[in-house]
C-alpha cells in the first residue's frame, strides 16, 4: 500500500449529507495531500498539510474540509455544500527531497464516492 | 500557468511492439518530473522522479527520459501486463510541493 491506507474504498452518500474519508500513514511522513480525480481530467489538489494542526487549501478547496491532529492521519469531510462530489479521491503522502529536489508524492488507493 | 501535457490519449500496442509516451511540461521553475501508472479503480503507482535534462531511469521495460522541454516514458517489448494508464506530473515547489497532473496516456498492449 506504499505506507499510507485510505477507507472505505467505496463510499455511498445521499445528497445534503456530510460524509468522511479515512487516510492514514505509518512512514511518519510530514507531508500529506488530498487529491480529486474525474474523468479525462488530471489530478486537481483540495487541500495538503505540511505539519501537524496545520493545512491550506489546494485549487479545489470549496465544499471540502480537513483536520490534522495527528502526524499518521488527514481525513478529509465532502461537506453538503460541494456541488459535485461524485469522484475519486486520492490521498498521498509526500517524502521530502533534499533542496531543490522536489517532495516525491506516494498514493494510497483511493475511496470512490458516490452521491445517490 | 504551469501545465504538463501528455500524448497520446490512448495508444494500442501488439505485444513486443515498442513505442514512446511523451509529457511536456512547463520549464521555468521545474523541481521534479513524476511517472506514475494507474489501474482502473487504484491509485497511482510511483514509477520514476527526474530532475535534471539528461537524466534517465529504467524499470523492467520501462524508461524515463528528460530533456530540456518534455520527457518520455519508452516502453521495450511490451506485455498484456504493461497496459494501464500512465501519468505524468510536474513539481513546482512553492508552499504547497503539488503535483501538477497531465491527463494520462491510456495504454492498451494486446497478446
Known amino acids: 500500500d506504499g505506507g499510507i491506507t485510505q477507507s472505505p474504498k467505496y463510499l455511498f452518500r445521499k445528497e445534503g449529507q456530510n460524509v468522511t474519508l479515512s487516510c492514514e500513514q505509518n512512514?511518519?511522513?510530514?507531508?500529506m495531500y488530498w487529491y480529486r480525480q474525474d474523468p479525462g481530467q488530471g489530478l486537481r489538489l483540495i487541500y495538503y498539510s505540511q505539519i501537524v494542526n496545520d493545512f491550506q487549501k489546494g485549487d479545489i478547496a470549496e465544499g471540502y474540509s480537513v483536520s490534522r491532529e495527528k502526524k499518521e492521519s488527514f481525513p478529509l469531510t465532502v461537506t453538503s455544500a460541494q456541488k459535485n462530489p461524485t469522484a475519486f479521491y486520492l490521498c498521498?503522502?509526500?517524502?521530502?527531497?533534499?533542496?531543490?529536489?522536489?517532495?516525491?508524492?506516494?498514493f494510497g488507493q483511493g475511496t470512490r464516492l458516490t452521491v445517490v | 500557468e504551469d501545465q504538463v501535457t501528455q500524448s497520446p490519449e490512448a495508444l494500442r500496442l501488439q505485444e513486443g511492439e515498442s513505442s514512446s509516451l511523451n509529457c511536456s511540461y512547463t520549464v521555468s521553475g521545474l523541481r521534479g518530473l513524476f511517472w506514475y501508472r494507474q489501474d482502473p479503480g487504484k491509485g497511482p503507482e510511483f514509477l520514476f522522479t527526474l530532475y535534471s535534462a539528461g537524466e534517465e531511469k529504467e524499470k523492467e521495460r520501462l524508461k524515463a527520459t528528460l530533456t530540456k522541454k518534455e520527457s518520455f516514458l519508452h516502453i521495450t517489448a511490451p506485455k498484456p501486463e504493461d497496459s494501464a494508464t500512465y501519468l505524468c506530473a510536474g513539481n513546482y515547489g512553492g508552499a504547497t510541493n503539488k503535483l501538477i497532473f497531465g491527463t494520462g496516456t491510456l495504454l492498451a498492449v494486446q497478446p
Open positions: 498521498a503522502r509526500g517524502k521530502a527531497g533534499a533542496f531543490p529536489r522536489a517532495t516525491e508524492a506516494f
Open positions: 512512514l511518519n511522513h510530514d507531508a
